[in-house]
Nanobody
Framework: QVHLVESGGGLVRPGGSLRLSCAASGNTHGIYMMGWYRQAPGKERELVADIRTSGTKTFADSVKDRFTISREDGEYTVFLQMNSLQPEDTAVYYC????????????WGQGTQVTVSS
């Protein structure tokens, strides 16, 4: 079992910044990917960014030039630095962790609200 604790969400004005954190604990052996998804009301959940143990990063086109993802390997903590936030970024952001342990497993955080509004 992997347990996820998310933090960093909140209300920010357009053009502002937020940093999301997600810390994984428990049976962290075999974790190969950590990342963030988001879901706005009435829309599908979409990948925002993720990072693999190799360091390879993936970003959604809509955030590629504004967001940065990093990982603390020793503590299995992932950070999403969000800059130049826009109202369209408003959503619930979910931490996602993928683990290989005889089979592939996926874990989700409870979600943290990010609201971009003037």
């Amino acid at each position: 079992q992997v347990h996820l604790v998310e933090s960093g969400g909140g209300l920010v004005r357009p053009g502002g910044s937020l940093r999301l954190s997600c810390a994984a604990s428990g049976n962290t052996h075999g974790i190969y990917m950590m990342g963030w998804y988001r879901q706005a009301p009435g829309k599908e959940r979409e990948l925002v960014a993720d990072i693999r143990t190799s360091g390879t990063k993936t970003f959604a086109d809509s955030v590629k030039d504004r967001f940065t993802i990093s990982r603390e390997d020793g503590e299995y903590t992932v950070f999403l630095q969000m800059n130049s936030l826009q109202p369209e970024d408003t959503a619930v952001y979910y931490c996602n962790v993928r683990q290989w342990s005889s089979a592939d497993y996926s874990y989700w955080g409870q979600g943290t609200q990010v609201t971009v509004s003037s």
